[in-house]
């Protein structure tokens, strides 16, 4: 019973996505939002530096940079809103506002708008990252769920939890599920 099931799992995972997959990363920060409202460059942004490294070293995938939001509710429910809604976007990264302070609404913007939940992330993404930072993996509330066909992943701030996901989980793991959500399987 099992091998067969190892044999589905592994067969999913070979299939070939027929074109580019384009990833977005959305940034959510009061910082550098505001370093951005008053004119400025955002500097040393390492997310953005690990997410664009990981993605492009396959050719498969297109990098795309959404920019920064602050975290606001409303702003961000309708960036997202948006950006579900384009045609050319298959897979929507969001960094920050997943934290327990008052400021933290990321997960509560996006959440309304899943279709479904993908709570197996939420549990992959806790053990790996109790595994790297211990009992503080339990302050994040990093969640994924699909909406209009798209993939979305709330991920922390943090760039080395966001490289651990995409490494371990989603680049692993996109072709398989967009297979799944879009019916080529």
Known sequence: MYETEFSSVHEHKSRKWDKPITFGLLIISDSRWQAISRGEQVKNDKTSEVVEKLI?????????????LPDDASLIKQKIKELIQEEHIDVIITSGGTGISKR?????????????????????????????????????????????????FVLPGSPNAVSMALDKLILPEIVHILTQVRGKS
């Open 56 to 68: 492009t070293k396959n050719n498969q995938f297109i990098f795309r940079h959404f920019g920064y």
């Open 104 to 152: 933290d609404v990321t997960v509560e913007s996006i959440r309304p708008l899943f279709e479904k939940e993908l709570t197996g992330f939420t549990v992959a993404f806790q053990y790996l990252s109790f595994l790297q930072v211990g009992s503080a993996s339990i302050l994040s509330r990093a969640t994924a769920g699909i909406a209009n066909d798209k993939i979305i």
